[in-house]
C-alpha cells in the first residue's frame, strides 16, 4: 500500500465521491486532526453518516466501548479501565507481567520442537497475545482452551476476508461463540464481584471512585474491547517485525547480540510497518476547513496513520527501516484521547517476543516473500508466515 499512500500525500483532502469518506494522509494533519474535539468518534454520528459497520449483524451486540464513545462517556470509562491497567508512564499491572510474558514466550517456542518449517503466525503469534489477555482479565488457566475456541470464531468474524466468502454455518457459528463467551465473562464478572482476585476483571467489577461505577455491561464491553483491539494488533505487529527482521539480517544479528535492541526496533516497525493502518471510523461534527478545502459536517473521515508514518515532511528517508533513527514519533498508536490504551503491553509483548525469537531461532528462512497478506485496509499483517528453521 505504501506507494498508494505516496499518491495520496499529492492531494491533502482526498474526497473522490458524494457520500464518500474524505481520506487524509499527511502527518502533520493527521496529528492535527486526532487531537481536534469536532472530529467525533462516537458509533451512533458514524452510523448517522451512513456507515452501519457497527449496528450491522456483526456487531458484539453489546453497547459501544469507549473507543466508539467521545468525551464525558469516553473519559469516564477510559478512566476506570487505566485505574487498573495503570497510567502510560507507571504500567503497575503491565510491568509486573514481564516475567509472565517470557515465560508464556519460552513455552511457544519450546513447544515448536525440532521442526525445520513452522508458520510463526499459527505457532506463535496468534496464541500469544490472546494468552496474555486471559492472564491480564484473570480467565483462569483451566479455562484458558475453552476460551479460546470463542475467541478464534469471534476474530475470524471480524475480519472482512473470512466476512466475505463465509457460509451461513461459519456465521453460525461466530453468533454462538460471541454469546458463549458473553455468557461466559459474565459468569466470571459475577464471581470476581463476590470474590475478588488480582486481575483485571475484579477491578473492573469492584471499580469505585470518583468516577463511580461500571455497570455489568460496561465491564463486559471493556473485557471484550480490550480482547478485540489488543489481538490482532498484536499478531500482526509481532508478524511484521520477524518479517522486517529477516528483510534486514544485519539488524536482527545486532538484536541477538543486544536484546536491549528491540525497544527501538519495536518503536520503528510501528512507524514502517504499523498493523493499524488506518482510523476509518470518524465523523466531523462541525464544518472543518483544512489546506483550503472545507469537510461539511457530517461528513466520515478517515486518517490514514500508516501513510503520515512515512511522509518525508516529517521523517528523513521514510521507506528506510532504521531503528537508529533520532526521533521516532510515530501515529502507530493513534494520538489525542484515542490514543491506543493498551500501548505499554503492546510493545512490552512485541519487545520480549522478537527478542526471544531472534535468540533462540536457528538460522530462520522466509520461505515466501512475500508471504500471504489479509485482505484487510485496516489490519496489515501476512496471513501466514512460513519458515525454514536449522542450517
Ligand atoms: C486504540 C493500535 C494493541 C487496546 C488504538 C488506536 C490505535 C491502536 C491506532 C487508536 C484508535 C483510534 O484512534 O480510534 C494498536 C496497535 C497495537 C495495539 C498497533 C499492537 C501492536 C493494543 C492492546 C490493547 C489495546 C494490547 C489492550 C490490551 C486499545 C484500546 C483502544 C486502542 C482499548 C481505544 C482507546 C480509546 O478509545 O481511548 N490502538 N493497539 N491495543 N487500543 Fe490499541
Not at 272 to 296: K, S
Amino acid at each position: 500500500p505504501y506507494p498508494i499512500y505516496a499518491e495520496l500525500r499529492k492531494t491533502p483532502v482526498l474526497h473522490e465521491e458524494e457520500g464518500g469518506a474524505y481520506v487524509i494522509g499527511s502527518y502533520y494533519d493527521i496529528l492535527h486532526l486526532l487531537h481536534d474535539p469536532r472530529i467525533s468518534s462516537d458509533a451512533a454520528n458514524l452510523a448517522a453518516a451512513g456507515d452501519d459497520e457497527l449496528t450491522g449483524p456483526d456487531s458484539t451486540g453489546l453497547p459501544p466501548s469507549f473507543i466508539r464513545l467521545d468525551p464525558p462517556e469516553h473519559d469516564r470509562l477510559r478512566r476506570i479501565a487505566n485505574s487498573s491497567f495503570g497510567p502510560p508512564h507507571c504500567p503497575r499491572r503491565i510491568d509486573s507481567m514481564r516475567g509472565e510474558l517470557s515465560r508464556i514466550v519460552t513455552e511457544l517456542i519450546d513447544g515448536l520442537g525440532d521442526a525445520r518449517e513452522i508458520d510463526l503466525v499459527d505457532q506463535f503469534a496468534y496464541p500469544f497475545p490472546v494468552t496474555v489477555i486471559c492472564r491480564l482479565l484473570g480467565v483462569p488457566r483451566e479455562d484458558e482452551p475453552r476460551f479460546r475456541t470463542w475467541v478464534d470464531p469471534l476474530v475470524a468474524s471480524l475480519d472482512p476476508d473470512t466476512r466475505r466468502s463465509a457460509d451461513t454455518e461459519f456465521q453460525k457459528a461466530a453468533q454462538d461463540a460471541r454469546m458463549q463467551l458473553g455468557m461466559y465473562l459474565a459468569g466470571l464478572v459475577e464471581q470476581r464481584t463476590k470474590e475478588p482476585q488480582d486481575d483485571m476483571l475484579s477491578d473492573l467489577a469492584t471499580s469505585q471512585g470518583a468516577d463511580g461505577t461500571l455497570s455489568m455491561m460496561e465491564v463486559l464491553s471493556t473485557a471484550v474491547l480490550l480482547l478485540i483491539a489488543g489481538h490482532e494488533t498484536t499478531v500482526n505487529l509481532i508478524t511484521n517485525g520477524m518479517l522486517t527482521l529477516l528483510r534486514n539480517p544485519e539488524i536482527l544479528q545486532r538484536l541477538r547480540e543486544d536484546p536491549g535492541l528491540s525497544v527501538r526496533i519495536v518503536e520503528e516497525l510501528l512507524r514502517f510497518e504499523p498493523p493499524v493502518q488506518l482510523v476509518p471510523q470518524r465523523t466531523c461534527i462541525a464544518d472543518i476547513e483544512l489546506r483550503g478545502t472545507t469537510i461539511p459536517k457530517g461528513s466520515r473521515i478517515w486518517l490514514v496513520l500508516a501513510s503520515g508514518n512515512r511522509d518525508p515532511e516529517r521523517f528523513t528517508d521514510p521507506d528506510r527501516f532504521d531503528p537508529d533513527r533520532p526521533d521516532i514519533e510515530h501515529l502507530g498508536f493513534g494520538s489525542g484521547i484515542h490514543s491506543c490504551f493498551g500501548a505499554p503491553l503492546a510493545r512490552l509483548e512485541t519487545q520480549i517476543a522478537l527478542a526471544e525469537l531472534a535468540r533462540r531461532l536457528d538460522s530462520p528462512r522466509l520461505l515466501q516473500d512475500p508471504p500471504p497478506y489479509r485482505q484487510n485496509a485496516v489490519l496489515r499483517g501476512p496471513r501466514h508466515l512460513p519458515l525454514a528453521i536449522g542450517g
